[in-house]
């Protein structure tokens, strides 16, 4: 029940008057245990290749993985999710690549996981578009992302990271029924324990743009990807998705981009007892990032963004500040 009054007798503003009554009353906080840190990782050795569209983020070769995750988990930063660049002559029509054993997210696994331990997790993108020459998602024929057929790629490229190692498996490409052949295939391999984090709510958004351009698909994207990622306009169709891949076994459900839909994190919320990650993307941040650097902003506009999605009800957030802002939390 709401209890309702009236001036004088009422004055919100005593619970605002100083930062520990503020601190005693906050009804939502942020903790470096609601950060996911993203990696884009690229051939080579003793690389860090600064990203022009994405200021402060950088591309690393194999090998310089450690400098940020010594940093990650000196913060305690749960978990980084990793991204390839993968060199154009690697590319085909079919996204053969992310089958190779020896790529940059299996080579990168194998190292962490021979380095670290269990001391932080592992998230790993399952999608083709790193892979393809055309940067779709799935395979393409006629103009057509094929579904059923791209689904038993996927099937295979989520066994083989889960063979080196990755803990988390988050299919972004949003073709239909990919997360139920994805548990069963880990299950049938003896992968039960393996976490499946779906990207359930991915929308084809213009915040992705920065973010293609890290992976290299931005400019051998033909076309758009609106016939597999869900329209902007859309909220309701959002809760089918996530019903479904709930009933298919995702164990976390994922909402792309984060600030733009706020509403759908806090519905999705409302509707299922799921945990539900955002995903600060590209856009979001180089937005954010590059009105800092301009001082249109502070860099408390970080803090008060992520705790945005914390009030909406996410149970984490897959942000590019994650590293700047557990240092500032610790």
């Not at 809760?239 to 994922?254: C, W």
Request: glycine share 6%; net charge positive.
């Amino acid at each position: 029940m709401i209890i309702t009054g009236k001036y004088p007798n009422l004055r919100l503003r005593r619970n605002r008057k100083n930062d520990w009554a503020r601190r005693l009353v906050q009804e939502n906080s942020l903790s470096v245990n609601d950060l996911i840190l993203p990696i884009f990782v690229i051939d080579g050795k003793n690389k860090k290749e600064s990203i022009k569209t994405m200021p402060g983020v950088y591309r690393y070769s194999v090998d310089k993985i450690p400098t940020i995750l010594d940093k990650a988990i000196k913060y305690k930063i749960p978990m980084v999710a990793l991204f390839p660049y993968t060199n154009k002559k690697l590319k085909d029509s079919l996204g053969f690549e992310a089958l190779n054993e020896n790529n940059l997210v299996c080579r990168s696994i194998r190292l962490i996981k021979k380095k670290y331990k269990n001391k932080i997790g592992i998230m790993c993108d399952v999608a083709l578009d790193p892979y393809t020459s055309h940067g779709h998602d799935g395979i393409l024929q006629n103009g057509k992302v094929l579904n059923d057929e791209t689904v038993e790629i996927l099937v295979k490229q989520s066994l083989l990271q889960a063979e080196m190692g990755c803990d988390v498996i988050a299919p972004s490409d949003m073709m239909d029924g990919r997360v139920g052949k994805i548990r069963k295939a880990l299950d049938k391999n003896n992968f039960k324990d393996i976490q499946i984090l779906s990207y359930a709510a991915k929308y084809a958004s213009g915040f992705y743009g920065p973010f293609r351009d890290a992976v290299g698909s931005k400019k051998s994207l033909k076309g758009d990807k609106k016939t597999y990622q869900m329209d902007y306009s859309n909220s309701q169709e959002a809760l089918r998705e996530i019903k479904l891949d709930i009933i298919e076994g995702a164990d976390i459900v994922m909402v792309k981009p984060g600030m733009p839909y706020l509403d759908i994190i806090k519905s999705i919320k409302e509707n299922f007892k799921i945990p539900v990650f955002a995903y600060q993307v590209s856009g979001e941040y180089s937005l954010i990032k590059n009105a800092i650097d301009k001082k249109i902003i502070n860099k408390n506009c970080i803090i008060e963004s992520l705790t945005g999605f914390k009030r909406a009800g996410a149970t984490a957030v897959v942000t590019y500040f994650a590293d700047q802002i557990a240092k500032y939390l610790k």
